[in-house]
């Protein structure tokens, strides 16, 4: 796989992102979806320039790390607040 053919799925992801705002599940769904494509674009790179792997580990943490944050930040929302909806104006106020 090229790193051409990696762009294009990216980019639609990243527009449903952008149009679908209803539910924080859904967007944190997209943006691990995204940061996946961006570790398997990273290692095509690695791989075609004969570079070290630890920048893709150092990376690797980062994400899981940013998925467990999103998803305490989840629960603690739904126990608060009853629900994961994105327009709720009690969600808007903060």
Do not use: C, Q, W
Not at 60 to 89: A, C, P, Q
């Amino acid at each position: 796989m090229m790193m051409e053919e990696m762009i294009t799925p990216i980019m639609l992801v990243v527009m449903v992102y952008l149009i679908s705002k209803m539910h924080i599940i859904n967007s944190l769904i997209i943006i691990e979806y995204i940061s996946i494509m961006a570790i398997i674009l990273m290692m095509i790179f690695v791989k075609s320039m004969a570079l070290e792997n630890h920048n893709i580990l150092y990376f690797m943490i980062l994400l899981i790390t940013e998925s467990v944050l999103g998803l305490s930040i989840l629960v603690s929302m739904i126990r608060t607040h009853g629900n994961d909806f994105l327009k709720s104006s009690t969600v808007l106020k903060l």
